[in-house]
């Protein structure tokens, strides 16, 4: 049910009560503010409504809340309070009290369960009395959480008094190595996407480490029209990768980051390569100048988009992926001077 057609006013109460009192059903009554909901708030009206047929519930009007809690108070209006209390399924009809105290509606209903939470007692409950009067009955449900809308409003307060911490600094790189996926990280599958058919080339392993040491980070940049021809979705593309960075996580490799180009060659894109969309975007985001780039593809298309973008390209041929890492660390090497790798 929309949330909105659980709000009812005063008049649509009665109408309401009557029907479900000549239904025969049990009825259970609360209030409060319910200002900034929370886990105790939710807690306790789930058990209320464990206790009855039908839960309804009169949240306080703004100028009630201010009257007996604080002038600064409510957090959150009357409206927006009334309707997430109507979101909650345990809550089957939710309506506005004006008056600070729920006596007048008490009468007014008369529901067989006039239900409290927190840390009252019945006898502390001030329309208690009047509820027993006319044969309704009193519970009372203790919170199991230590939380409250005014312990909230303290740490809220507490920590806008503290400053952010600064980021740590950032590690120095000497570069960054864009790598193709498919036939230059792992075999080449047709429209990969069984996370068990995903299986590492020789010498990846290896040689992502010792790219790694030299201060290079490592991302990946993959074409996969696959997506956009519908043999398979992002998300199991997704499902691929994550076995693949399981792999190799477990040996120490870390890879920063993936772009991935999910159009058809048929669609007009400035992400799939030879197209260097993804290329760019990557050395922005890394800050990365083209001298410091190096792309590793296993493709004409990769070489194309790696030299469209100024960077220096590497091409994964039947040697496999370690002569392609030595020549990147040469590569590297020369432009250092001095950088022993």
């Known amino acids: 049910m ?21 239904a025969g059903r049990r009825i259970g009554f609360t209030c409060g503010s319910f ?45 927006e309070r009334m309707y997430v209390v109507a979101g909650l399924a345990a809550v089957d009809v939710v309506t506005l009290m004006e008056d600070d105290r729920p006596l007048a509606l008490l009468l007014r209903w008369k529901p067989d369960l006039y239900i409290k939470g927190g840390d009252y007692s019945e006898d502390g409950l001030r329309s208690a009395e009047a509820v027993r009067a006319y044969g309704g009955k009193v519970e009372v449900i203790r919170s199991r959480f230590e939380t409250s809308s005014s312990k909230l409003v303290e740490r809220i307060g507490a920590l806008n008094g503290h400053a952010e911490p600064e980021t740590a600094g950032a590690h120095s790189y000497n570069g960054l ?13 047709p429209f990969l996407h069984d996370p068990a058919k995903m299986e590492l080339l020789p010498g990846v392993i290896d040689g992502l480490l010792k790219l790694q040491a030299a201060g290079l980070r490592l991302a990946i940049v993959s074409n996969q029209q696959g997506i956009g021809l519908g043999y398979y979705t992002v998300q199991d593309f997704i499902a691929v990768n994550q076995r693949m ?97």
């Open 2 to 22: 929309y949330p909105g057609e659980k709000i009812l006013s005063l008049e649509q109460m009665d109408e309401w009560v009557a029907a479900e009192k000549a």
């Open 35 to 79: 200002d900034l909901l929370h886990a105790g708030h939710v807690q306790y009206l789930g058990a209320a409504r464990d206790l009855c047929d039908r839960l309804m519930v009169a949240v306080n009007s703004d100028a009630s809340v201010g009257r007996y809690k604080n002038p600064l108070r409510p957090i959150v209006g009357e409206r």
């Open 177 to 189: 190595v864009l790598l193709d996926r498919d036939g230059t990280l792992i075999r080449n599958v």
């Open 245 to 341: 960075l399981r792999e190799l996580g477990a040996s120490g490799v870390r890879i920063s980051k993936i772009y991935f180009c999910p159009h058809s060659m048929a669609e007009q894109c400035s992400c799939r390569k030879p197209a260097t969309g993804m290329i760019m975007r990557a050395m922005q985001d890394f800050g990365a100048a083209q001298e410091q780039t190096f792309l590793v593809g296993d493709s004409d298309d990769d070489m194309q988009a790696g030299k469209d973008a100024g960077c220096e390209t590497v091409r994964v041929d039947e040697k496999g992926f370690g002569p392609a890492a030595e020549r990147i660390l040469a590569l590297l090497q020369r432009a250092s001077g001095n950088l022993k790798v």
